[in-house]
């Protein structure tokens, strides 16, 4: 326990003399965010409870902590709200269809020494539990994304108060472009890290590579990172057009430029 009272208080101190006031509240933010992903694992657990509606419910608690609460309520962070539970939802839409035709639910022939002392009556929906699991996954990556375009989009129409909505959206677009490779990559390196122990284990075990492909772990970690991926590229297109959208709506009313 030591060492992670250690490691808390030099994040601690790295957040605050970097960050200033703002690194201060993302330090809280990460506890607040694990607070809400902690509860709903728990609700998660009643069977009476609807995952996907608890996902949807928690996604949308961490985008309000990790932008409203971060960066306060303004023209960038509320753009990037809508953009993050629209995309949320569309990928969740397109998770349920792949994870069920997938059939990757449930546990894998890997995993049968681990639970044969337990029951597996254990009355959730697997399916639901495997789109919650990617979600949950990918919910900080669209956030970061989203925000990513929205702020220097809020930029440009500050500095180009003419500049036109379709103008305005394609920028968008390219600042997206540029930050898509560097996301999937973070969400590949993220998914394959936590189960480079399995890869070793399926080395040593002389798994051919058919076998490893075919098998079921393998196959739900490849969907995972493509689901994820998916949505990491669904938040460009969605961010640009609702930032372009909400800039020059606002600047055609009462102000002739974008507040900053």
Known sequence: MTVQLYLAAILFILMITIGGKKGARSFVALFLNFGVLLFTIILMNDPNMNPIILTLIACTL???????FISEINIKTVTAFLSTIITTGLLLF?????????????????????????????GVDFVKIGASMIIMSTIGAIIDLSISISSPMREIAY???????????????SIGRDILGTSTNTLFFAFFGGYMGLLIWFKDLSYSIGEIVNSKVF????????????????????TSWITAYYLVKRRSGSRDRIER
Do not use: R, Y
């Not at 493509?226 to 590229?233: H, N, T």
């Open 159 to 173: 500095h180009n108060p003419t500049i036109s909505k379709k103008d305005l959206f394609t920028s968008g677009l």
């Open 219 to 238: 196959s739900s970690e490849m969907i995972f990172i493509g689901s994820a991926g998916i949505g990491v590229a669904l938040a460009i297109p969605v």
């Open 62 to 68: 961490i985008s309000c902590i990790s932008l409203f």
């Open 94 to 122: 397109f998770i349920l269809m792949l994870t069920d035709q997938a059939m990757i639910q449930g546990f894998s022939e890997e995993e049968t020494e681990e639970i044969g002392a337990l029951s597996l009556f254990v």
